[in-house]
């Protein structure tokens, strides 16, 4: 079983930056595949950010390639999502989830076993 607990949400102003992290609970942290989702209000949940436990693999949605970057501490039990140049689309809950196994590329919630209660990020114009 893996616990996340994401942290480092907050208020921006458009143009701004925020870094959110994610601990892991568990001793096999570094064999789990991590990756960000995100819901705003009204809409589905949505893929933003993968990575695979190697850390030599990352991939983005299309609409934070560039701005945003996924990356992990498995000595930490961490990973993490720098996010720059925010938007007010941005706004969302940002959620981290993990799993083990199966495809190399992990796009959709229902790919991903545990998952964290989301952390509020809101983008002012």
């Known amino acids: 079983q893996v616990q996340l607990v994401e942290s480092g949400g907050g208020l921006v102003q458009a143009g701004g930056s925020l870094r959110l992290s994610c601990v892991a609970s568990?001793?096999?942290?570094?064999?789990?595949?991590m990756g960000w989702f995100r819901q705003a209000p009204g809409k589905e949940r949505e893929f933003v950010a993968g990575?695979?436990?190697?850390?030599?693999?990352?991939y983005y949605a299309d609409s934070v390639k560039g701005r945003f970057t996924i990356s992990r501490d498995n000595a930490k039990n961490m990973v993490y999502l720098q996010m720059n140049s925010l938007k007010p689309e941005d706004t969302a809950v940002y959620y981290c989830?993990?799993?083990?196994?199966?495809?190399?590329?992990?796009?959709?919630?229902?790919?991903?076993?545990?998952r964290g209660q989301g952390t509020q990020v809101t983008v002012s114009s």
């Open positions: 990575i695979r436990w190697t850390a030599d693999s990352t």
């Open positions: 989830a993990a799993e083990t196994g199966g495809s190399m590329w992990k796009r959709f919630w229902y790919e991903y076993r545990y």
């Open positions: 568990g001793r096999t942290f570094s064999s789990y595949h």
